[in-house]
């Protein structure tokens, strides 16, 4: 699998004969998405999770995501508000509710402090608009309807392009975070993130439990898309939340925006994924729209590492089928990605172990080896490798279980775990030992390694190596 798949645990996906079927179909990486619950409700699918791991023999990547913080409006007593374009509303807290005109409760106090006129304000799926016409001295908001549409209890709403002061992290992210890390998952996506602060206060908690998981960030805000490079260098991860996103800006704008974000992922050596509505219509049908199809398929052509399946798999009639629909749709794109684009060389800024991985690319190609593979502790070097689109698979081996599990968002990576360093020091002897064990491989097979290696015995630190590797008739006789 080059195109790593993301699936959504839900109602219909939550048992483990589920869960076992889809991981045979390709998924990759489950999420748990906490916006539904609290630790104790991701207990046992954990648990189940864990049980279908060792039964298909290949790591499985737990990615928990975080509410963020819910700007939504309160009750409306009146059960819904008709409002028509043009009409004049009042936003404000419950307790400064009045009669003069229709009135939306909205106990937000510092984005109610911050609301300036002229600001927009969105519905969160989009439907009805208004633009902030007054700020009253008694602290309520006049909001005019832009459109017209039906305001309902508990609705989302969005302020496009503004920088608040809310936090990504809210107090039940704090405690479901640091619950789910006891739990073990394997990574964590924050939500509503704006600025590298919201990561970097994400990395604080992560850092207390004395673990350390790669953390993604969801791109739904116009701000976080504004401060793209400095969020990329905290971030591990990328999502391209096209759903919020698609409110935040104007929906003709999403397809440049999902295009512009891969790349500087890919430029970053981020891993990314493309989420939202991929495969939307096989909630209730067998299959696709050719729409759909393309769309997954642009997805992959455009670079992104991964894709997603939402209410597909949470809640759709056909989660397993959605699945095997994605991999078929990923391996064709994949292989016209191959047909169509040369190994990508690593722009003049980049260092010396961008060009040892596109090194390592050109030698595997020029050769007609049949896999590259890197060992490295972080994953790092096998994800430089990745970001060059071989055509061949990165064999990652990591003694480390964290960066197994990251490494499973890494486009055309195939993650293994190999034995405790102090087994064995030398890094280019455990990926040798590797490839004379290892079924893959046959006797004449030629494999590029990559390594870290040092004459001493002090444990080698980055990649400082490259090698034409046959596999041997005989075991444990290299070449």
Known sequence: MRTKIVCTVGPVSKSRDTLLALAKAGVSVFRLNFSHGVAADFEKIIADIRSVEKEVNRPITIMQDLSGPKIRLGVIPEGSIQLDEGKKVLLGPESSRTDEMPYLPFDHPLILEHLERGDRMVLADGGLQFIVVERRDDGLAVLKAKNSGLVTSR??????????????????????????????????AISYVQTADDVRDA????????????????????????NLDEILKET???????????????????????????????????????????????????????????????AVLDGADCVMLSEET??????????????????????????????????????????????????????????????????????????????????????????????????????????????????LKRVENFLAESPDFSAGDCIVITAGQTSGQQTPRGTNLVKLYWKSWAHGDYQ
């Open 314 to 427: 949470a809640m759709g009639n056909f989660p397993v089928e959605t699945v095997k629909y994605m991999k078929r749709i990923t391996t064709e794109a994949e292989n016209l990605l191959l047909e169509l684009s040369k190994t990508k060389e690593p722009e003049q800024d980049k260092g010396i172990p961008e060009f040892l991985a596109y090194s390592a690319c050109i030698l595997a190609e020029k050769s007609g080896a049949k896999a590259i593979a890197s060992h490295s502790l972080s994953g790092m070097s096998a994800q430089q490798v990745s970001e060059c689109r071989p055509s061949q698979t990165v064999y990652a081996l990591t003694p480390e279980n964290a960066s197994l599990k990251f490494l499973n968002f890494v486009w055309g990576v195939t993650p293994v775990l190999v034995p405790d360093p102090e087994e064995e020091k030398s890094h």
């Open 155 to 188: 609705k989302g709403l969005a302020l496009p392009g503004k920088i608040t002061r809310v936090k990504a992290l809210t107090e039940k992210d704090r405690v479901d975070l640091k619950a789910g890390l006891a739990m073990g998952v394997d990574a964590v």
């Open 236 to 298: 591990n991860i990328v999502m391209v939340a096209r759903g919020d996103l698609g409110v935040e800006c104007p929906l003709p704008m999403l397809p440049m925006l999902q295009k512009k974000i891969i790349k500087a992922c890919n430029r970053m050596c981020k891993p990314v994924i493309v989420a939202t509505q991929m495969l939307l219509s096989m909630v209730n049908s067998p299959s696709p729209t050719r729409a759909e199809t393309t769309d997954v398929a642009n």
């Open 203 to 226: 990395k604080a908690v992560i850092a207390e439990s004395g673990r350390w998981v790669p953390i993604v960030v969801k791109l739904e805000r116009q701000a976080a898309v504004d």
